[in-house]
């Protein structure tokens, strides 16, 4: 699967942005096959994840600072990702990427497990 983000941009502190990651497959593979992520990096900084949900869509994870703020939701008809982000603060400013993968973990999201990448979106938060 390849993966594309789409849907960043320049926010005021307190708004709202939807990413958006659409996947691109092969006639034998499907989208439901993956646990989709969204990971953010800022510069100097490691990437981390921020939500992940598990290829069925029956479990979620969000990292502490996501948490009640951020929605991860995926449509498997459109091989579509998407991160609903609410209350966005300057320190939420970063790249943000989509990943693809097999595996989901329940308390934490690891990169390694992740075997497609997006380009990333940037979004930017004003305070």
């Known amino acids: 699967v390849q993966v594309v983000e789409s849907g960043g941009g320049l926010v005021q502190a307190g708004g709202s942005l939807r990413l958006t990651c659409t996947g691109s497959?092969?006639?034998?593979?499907?989208?439901?096959?993956?646990?989709m992520a969204w990971f953010r990096q800022t510069p100097g900084k490691e990437r981390e994840g921020v939500a992940c949900i598990k290829w069925d869509g029956s479990e979620l994870y969000y990292t502490d600072s996501a948490k009640g703020r951020f929605t991860i939701s995926r449509d498997d008809a459109k091989n579509t990702l998407f991160l609903q982000m609410n209350s966005l603060e300057p320190e939420d400013t970063a790249m943000y990427y989509c990943a693809a993968g097999r595996k989901f973990r329940e308390y934490t999201i690891e990169e390694s497990d992740f075997i497609s990448w997006g380009q990333g979106t940037q979004v930017t938060v004003s305070s």
């Open positions: 497959l092969t006639t034998t593979d499907r989208f439901d096959y993956y646990a």
